[in-house]
């Protein structure tokens, strides 16, 4: 018995069907308006008890809301109202207002078909279970039939209450399959006219990618920077480790520069964190560039035991912000390489120069031993590929291999980041 009353009385045919008297509620203001048209045009003063010039109030009424569903609100209003009450999968529903002529189009067919047979079923409901209920009480009382409702007062007969009850619960069931049908019909409906079109797919495309090109840009930072710090803070451990009852001088500079370190990673760690968090925080450690981070980038790296002769012959203060900070983590990994593979005591030679309009880095290392297993596989890793993607960013190249026994990392950079780099 449940099974058969779910299609009429279900959870999801109830929910529809306030979905529908909420058109109906919408539908009224509409109505009413469409009344102040037709009393004057028909010149009665009984609009509002009239089925005949209600029903014209109602057809008035319904080219005035589809005009006023073009305003922007109403497709994201509509379409939370579907996936509440509707039972529509929200995939295949559009996110925001109508944004092309067609698609406000659909819009304004879907928000008159919605108050039509909102208004519909909402006067029906009004109507339809007052009557249903006399019906299959009439029966038992025998005073309604003589009422003056020439529909009722016509069961007064012998053999008519017998019908009566019978009458009634197939008025309700009747009121009960309509709702149903209108609004599995508009269920169905609904994917096609408040259904994403080509532009709203172009729209949902290009936050996909804006969201996928900050996700590459924060795994980067993360693996950069703390990638970086735990291949420092490892060697320099190690380092202090193997001399310290005979250096305890390199011992102090080395857990100092692993505490340096540390404390540094953390902050840029927070940054990396806030951005996901959904924004940037004030007073958070801002993102390290090549002009007021270098010097402390090699002291640090060199406390690990790596030997770097560095060179730099650019004005790295007048480089634009964003190339000063992609320059400064290109440097980072490319000795953040050099750590890991070659380990300590290797000498690093990183150059920093300007040629032909371009920023140009360049670190070296001999490749002997395991440092020359690791150069020889083939496909590097996230930091070289990451490398090349913030060289690409700024319009520049990235290369990195073994060459003559050394292991070189070059990257060339423009001077002055392209726009919409931040």
Not at 12 to 21: A, C, E, S
Not at 34 to 55: F, K
Not at 358 to 365: A, D, G, S
Not at 390 to 398: D, I, Q, V
């Amino acid at each position: 018995m449940n099974k058969a009353l779910r299609p009429l009385l279900g959870r999801r045919t109830r929910r529809r069907w306030v979905h529908l008297i909420l058109g109906g509620a919408l539908a009224m203001p509409y109505v009413l308006v469409g009344a102040v048209v037709v009393g004057p045009v028909t010149g009665s003063s009984e609009v509002l008890t009239s089925l005949p010039l209600q029903l014209a109030s109602f057809a008035v009424g319904l080219p005035l809301a589809a005009v006023t569903s073009l305003f922007p609100p109403t497709r994201p209003m509509s379409v939370a109202a579907v996936r509440a009450l509707c039972g529509v999968d929200p995939g295949r529903l559009a996110e925001g207002p109508a944004r092309s002529r067609a698609a406000k189009g659909r819009t304004a067919v879907w928000f008159t078909l919605h108050l039509a047979l909102g208004g519909i079923v909402s006067g029906m409901s009004l109507a339809v279970p007052p009557f249903g209920a006399v019906l299959i009480v009439l029966p038992l009382v025998p005073a309604l039939r003589d009422t003056p409702v020439p529909v009722i007062g016509g069961f007064g007969r012998t053999w008519a209450p017998v019908l009566a009850p019978v009458t009634g619960v197939v008025t309700l069931a009747a009121l009960a399959a309509c709702a149903a049908g209108c609004g599995a019909l508009l269920a169905r409906w609904a994917p096609v006219l408040l259904g994403p079109g080509p532009e709203d797919r172009l729209a949902a495309a290009e936050a996909r990618a804006a969201d996928l090109a900050v996700r590459n840009r924060l795994a980067r930072e993360l693996h950069d920077s703390v990638g970086h710090a735990l291949s420092a803070v490892t060697l320099q451990a190690s380092a202090a480790r193997r001399v310290l009852g005979t250096d305890p001088e390199f011992v102090r500079e080395a857990l100092a520069a692993i505490e340096e370190t540390t404390r540094r990673t953390v902050g840029e760690l927070d940054a990396v964190l806030g951005v996901l968090r959904g924004g940037e925080a004030a007073g958070r450690a801002p993102a390290p560039t090549l002009a007021a981070d270098l010097d402390g980038l090699l002291r640090r790296t060199r406390a690990g035991g790596l030997r770097i002769t560095a060179e730099v012959a650019a004005d790295t203060g007048a480089l634009a912000p964003v190339v000063s900070r992609e320059a400064y983590r290109i440097v980072q990994e490319g000795l953040g390489n050099a750590l890991r593979h070659a380990g300590g005591n290797v000498p690093v030679a990183l150059r920093v120069g300007v040629a032909a309009g371009h920023l140009e880095i360049t670190v070296e290392n001999p490749v002997t031993g395991p440092a020359r297993e690791s150069a020889a596989r083939t496909g590097g890793g996230h930091g070289l590929r990451g490398i090349a993607d913030r060289a690409a960013l700024l319009g520049g190249t990235a290369h990195a291999g073994p060459s003559d026994g050394l292991w070189r990392l070059s990257a060339r950079l423009p001077l002055h980041a392209p726009e919409g780099t931040a």
